[in-house]
Every structure is written in C-alpha cells, then in structure tokens.
C-alpha cells in the first residue's frame, strides 16, 4: 500500500493488484476514519472492485451504518444492500457541486462512489474542499444563510421532476404525512394530485467532530435560477412563482439575492479539483468537509453510491 496526498483527497493505491478492497480495509475501520477525518477523503485505487457485489462487500467490512436514500431530491436506483446508484441525470446534464442531503436535518457523514465503468469522455466528479469554499463567501452572505437558515419548497405535479411516491418511498398519504410530521415538513394537498412541500434547515452547520463550522445547504441547487435563466423564465411561465417544483427562500420567507447565490457558485467553482474514475476506484469522503458534482459526459458511464454514518442535527 502507498499513500499520496492530493488535495482535498489521500489516495491509498494498492501494491498488490487485484487485491480485494473489502480484505483490505477488514479490521482497519479506526484507521482509515482517521485519514477521512484528516484528510476529508480517501480514493482506493488499485484493489479488485469489479461490481455491485464488491462494492457491497467493502462497506459491510468497514462496519459503519449505511443510510437509506428516503426523502431524496435525485433519481437513482437501489442495487443491493446499501448501494444504490449514482444520480441518473442524463449525461448532458452537469450537477453543480454540494454536500449530500445538506437540504435536510439528517446527513451521511461519509459519502462513498464506486467506478464500475467511467466515461469515455468527461464524467469526472469535481469535489471541493469546504473549508476554502465557506472562507470565499463573503461574510455578510454567509452570515445571512446562518441567521436566517434556508427553506425548500417542492411542488410535486404529475410527471414532473420525481413523483412523491418516489421522494417519500411510500404511495400511502398516511404514511407521507406521518413521515413529514415527524421531520418538522409541512405538506398540503393544493388539489387531488398536487402536493406542496415545505421545510426550513440549516444554513451552516458545525462538522461533530472538528466543530469547524461550514456551509451546509443546497439553496443554489434548488433555487429556480440554478437551471439557467431561460429554463427558470421557462418554468415560471408555465407553473407561476408560487408552484415551480423545486425551490429555495431564506427560512423566514425572504427572497435568497441573486447576488447571494451568484456568490456561493462562485465559491464552489474556486475551490473545485476534477477528480477522474478509473475503472474500480471507490472513494469515501468526509461528506461535511468535501462538496461534490458531476461533469457532463459521453459514453456509458456506471458509477455506485452508498451513504455511511447519519448524523442528525439536533
């Protein structure tokens, strides 16, 4: 084994090729949270991860608690176990950089990806460290998401964006509306098909376990105008402002500035370094100290997914 630093990433490259990656990490669970820890991320590469079954195999011998992909804002698929796949955006499509699930209260702390086959062109993932994104918004605007915090608001209209049976892995209204009162969501019926989401989280939250305190939302990612300006003119001719399918607005109500999301993209894109998949590479990054995206693509392109260690914000 030999490790390499690159920022915000170590990447431990196996000396023995073909070597399984779930007997490798086997019994080494404290040492390797303590290089995440450390240094935000590990890239495995090298060792033997050829599917599903491997990729599974790994994160049963980390021995961390996986966490279920339930209330989700992206299409993906469940495979087995704890792997589900990586968001399935058409491969045009660029996925701007974010800490996942930081539009709820409840978090993975380690966020995992597997390479079964990489593109043949693009594809990357830009990952960014978060301590040099928080340190490039301003004050004023990160003190704003921190005062105010940041409220999602979905619309969930029929075949548009996911459906809610999807989102809430239920098709029963009870069962929707038992899981949105135990998670602080308001919901409401507009009418028969259309239900209306909303809910207020974090702005910034403080990493358990360094207490550093980062930026942890995804309001440029849910705001209409991360769609592009004619898209965003697009949607709110046909649904009007008040019933777009996703949305951000600070926690009390007030609109989040232009100037203020403009920032914070500006920020992500600063501190972004490509990361580029070869075929069986897994990663686990510290999901609170490293944001991550997708690049558009050409080709196929498989990569896996699995959210390890939730953490509630109390």
């Given at each position: 084994?030999?490790?390499?630093?690159?920022?915000?990433?170590?990447?431990?490259?196996?000396?023995?090729?073909?070597?399984?990656?779930?007997?490798?990490?086997?019994?080494?669970?404290?040492?390797?949270?303590?290089?995440i820890l450390e240094h935000r991320g590990i890239l495995f590469r090298g060792f033997r991860v050829r599917d599903a079954t491997d990729y599974q195999a790994f994160i049963e011998a980390l021995g961390v608690k996986p966490m279920d992909y339930t209330y989700r804002s992206t299409p993906r698929t469940h495979v087995q176990g704890a792997v589900f796949t990586a968001t399935e955006y058409p491969a045009r499509i660029e996925i701007p950089l974010h800490c996942e699930n930081a539009y709820q209260r409840t978090w993975p702390m380690w966020l995992s990806f597997c390479c079964i086959k990489p593109a043949s062109a693009g594809g990357q993932?830009?990952?960014?460290?978060?301590?040099?994104?928080?340190?490039?918004?301003?004050?004023?605007?990160?003190?704003?998401?921190?005062?105010?915090?940041?409220?999602?608001?979905?619309?969930?209209?029929?075949?548009?964006?996911?459906?809610?049976?999807?989102?809430?892995?239920?098709?029963?209204?009870?069962?929707?509306?038992?899981?949105?009162?135990?998670?602080?969501?308001?919901?409401?019926?507009?009418?028969?098909?259309?239900?209306?989401?909303?809910?207020?989280?974090?702005?910034?939250?403080?990493?358990?376990?360094?207490?550093?305190?980062?930026?942890?939302?995804?309001?440029?990612?849910?705001?209409?105008?991360?769609?592009?300006?004619?898209?965003?003119?697009?949607?709110?001719?046909?649904?009007?402002?008040?019933?777009?399918?996703?949305?951000?607005?600070?926690?009390?109500?007030?609109?989040?500035?232009?100037?203020?999301?403009?920032?914070?993209?500006?920020?992500?894109?600063?501190?972004?370094?490509?990361?580029?998949?070869?075929?069986?590479?897994?990663?686990?990054?510290?999901?609170?100290?490293?944001?991550?995206?997708?690049?558009?693509?050409?080709?196929?392109?498989?990569?896996?997914?699995?959210?390890?260690?939730?953490?509630?914000?109390?």
């Open positions: 084994m030999s490790n390499q630093i690159v920022s915000p990433l170590c990447i431990v490259q196996a000396d023995e090729a073909g070597k399984p990656l779930a007997e490798f990490v086997s019994g080494r669970i404290k040492h390797f949270a303590a290089l993932t830009p990952v960014a460290d978060m301590r040099k994104v928080t340190a490039a918004i301003p004050p004023a605007i990160l003190d704003r998401f921190a005062r105010r915090r940041v409220k999602y608001i979905r619309h969930y209209h029929p075949h548009v964006d996911l459906p809610w049976g999807t989102v809430f892995r239920t098709t029963d209204r009870e069962e929707l509306a038992t899981f949105c009162r135990e998670n602080d969501i308001h919901h409401e019926w507009l009418d028969s098909d259309i239900l209306r989401t909303e809910h207020v989280c974090q702005g910034v939250a403080d990493h358990p376990e360094t207490g550093e305190t980062v930026f942890f939302n995804q309001a440029h990612l849910f705001h209409v105008s991360s769609l592009g300006e004619q898209v965003a003119e697009d949607l709110i001719g046909v649904y009007g402002r008040d019933r777009l399918p996703r949305d951000a607005r600070f926690g009390d109500g007030g609109n989040i500035g232009a100037e203020d999301l403009a920032a914070v993209r500006s920020a992500f894109a600063s501190a972004a370094v490509d990361l580029q998949w070869q075929q069986g590479d897994v990663v686990v990054l510290d999901n609170m100290q490293v944001a991550h995206g997708r690049r558009a693509y050409v080709g196929e392109r498989r990569l896996l997914a699995a959210l390890l260690e939730p953490y509630t914000l109390h």
